[in-house]
Every structure is written in structure tokens, then in C-alpha cells.
């Protein structure tokens, strides 16, 4: 077990009772002007120090509260498991459904985070591309940024539809689905169950499939397929169509 100095102590003590400290105030604690002391008896105890304002705050695992996201917030200063602002905001990226835009990101960690995107984007860590005249930034692997972007350029993202409660999609499209539903083929059906099932979001699959009065699983394929390889465009025409065939005539001979 790690040996914890008596000068440690005070700053778990400080710690404890204040949740984050700044430099000034671990100093004034310990009595000292050294950073370099302050940071020798701070790893004795485990310390983490702030992703936001400029990592000037300081606090202990054992006493930061993370979320799911692996991020906390005390007094407006942000704490992430991920250490920095830029790999807090790469991971946030990686892991989100239909990539961020910095306004989005900006409300979630309340940080201005134009510095460190710019940053990502020039160390190619990240990808950003224009969706509806604003900059959405995206996973820097291939496959992930594909499934983000189809998500987020979605005409039904563009409108809110993707912010649709249930009884809203039932009351007021069903009978427009429905209907462009019952011509198509097979596969366009399951493609287009599919989509309305992106369109939606968490849910989505067993809301669809209550509405065309099909498979969960037949959604599920479909929303699968659009974001894979696995479509294949379809080339053969309908019987009678395509250019007629030109017939060469025989000369009779006189």
C-alpha cells in the first residue's frame, strides 16, 4: 500500500472538504511556492486535474463523480477519464451516434471547444464535413464516420423528425408511409423500413414494425444494410424494357 507523507495529507484534507483546488490554494496549503513539490505530494494521492480552463484545477478519483460519458462537472470546471479537452472530445466523437457539431458539444461539456477541434482536424484525429451549412465534426475511421454521417444527413434529421415522440409519427405520417410502402418491392420495403427506422432513433425498429405491420427483425435487416455493404444495386430490367432489338433483313435475292 502506498505510503501517504503527512504534507499529502493536507491536501486530501483540502480536498475532501473543497472537491477541486486550485495551484494557488494546494500552495497555500502546504506552505510552499514549488509546483514541483505540489505535483510529488498530489501523486501520492491519486490526482486528476481539469480538462477545461486550461487544466488550472485539481482534484482526486476517489472523489470525482463521472458519468456514463466518463466526464464530471464540479462549479463549472470539467473533469474527463479521457485527461485533456482534445482526447475528451475525440472520444465523445468516436462514440456518438451521428458525429457533433461544436455548438452540441459546446452545451454538453460547457467549454468552448473551438480551439481543440481545430487542433483534431489538423492532427487528422478527427473528420469534419458541412451538413446543412454547418460544420459537423465526425469519427476519423471510415466505417464509424459513414454510419454518422447517413444518420445525420437524413432529410428526417434536417426536419426534427428524429425528435418525433411515437404518437406524433403515428397520427401524422402513417398514412403517407403506408402508402409509399405498399409499392414497393421486397427488398425496397425492408430498406425503406430501414430508414424510417434511423429516422427515429432508439426505438425505432419496434415503432416500424408496429406501423407496416412487419418483422422487427425484416427492420432491423434493413436499417443493417443501409449502414453496410451489403446493397447491391439492382441492373436488370423489367421484361419488354431497354432498347428493341434491331432485326436485319435478308435480301431476296431477284
Do not use: H
Amino acid at each position: 500500500m502506498r505510503t501517504v507523507s503527512l504534507p499529502s495529507k493536507r491536501l486530501f484534507k483540502l480536498l475532501k472538504k473543497q472537491k477541486i483546488a486550485s495551484m494557488l490554494e494546494l500552495k497555500k496549503a502546504l506552505g510552499t511556492n514549488s509546483s514541483m513539490t505540489i505535483f510529488r505530494k498530489l501523486k501520492e494521492l491519486d490526482y486528476i486535474s481539469s480538462c477545461s480552463n486550461s487544466g488550472k484545477y485539481y482534484s482526486l478519483l476517489q472523489i470525482a463523480q463521472f458519468d456514463i460519458r466518463g466526464l464530471w462537472s464540479y462549479k463549472s470546471v470539467l473533469f474527463s477519464t479521457y485527461g485533456t479537452l482534445g482526447e475528451t472530445l475525440r472520444a465523445l466523437i468516436e462514440e456518438s451516434e451521428k458525429g457533433y457539431s461544436c455548438v452540441e458539444l459546446e452545451k454538453l461539456l460547457n467549454v468552448k471547444p473551438n480551439e481543440a477541434l481545430l487542433d483534431l482536424i489538423k492532427k487528422k484525429r478527427i473528420y469534419r464535413e458541412k451538413v446543412f451549412g454547418m460544420y459537423i465534426y465526425f469519427s476519423n475511421t471510415s466505417s464509424v464516420s459513414k454510419r454518422q454521417k447517413l444518420l445525420r444527413k437524413d432529410t428526417g434529421e434536417a426536419l426534427g423528425l428524429g425528435q418525433m415522440k411515437p404518437d406524433i409519427l403515428m397520427n401524422e405520417l402513417k398514412a403517407g408511409i403506408i402508402i409509399f410502402f405498399s409499392i414497393l418491392n421486397e427488398k425496397q420495403r425492408r430498406l425503406y423500413a430501414g430508414l424510417e427506422s434511423l429516422k427515429i432513433g432508439r426505438g425505432g425498429d419496434k415503432i416500424i414494425s408496429d406501423l407496416l405491420g412487419i418483422n422487427i427483425k425484416t427492420v432491423n435487416k434493413g436499417k443493417k444494410e443501409l449502414l453496410g455493404d451489403t446493397i447491391k444495386i439492382d441492373t436488370i430490367r423489367d421484361s419488354g424494357g431497354g432498347r428493341k432489338k434491331t432485326q436485319k433483313k435478308q435480301l431476296q435475292k431477284q
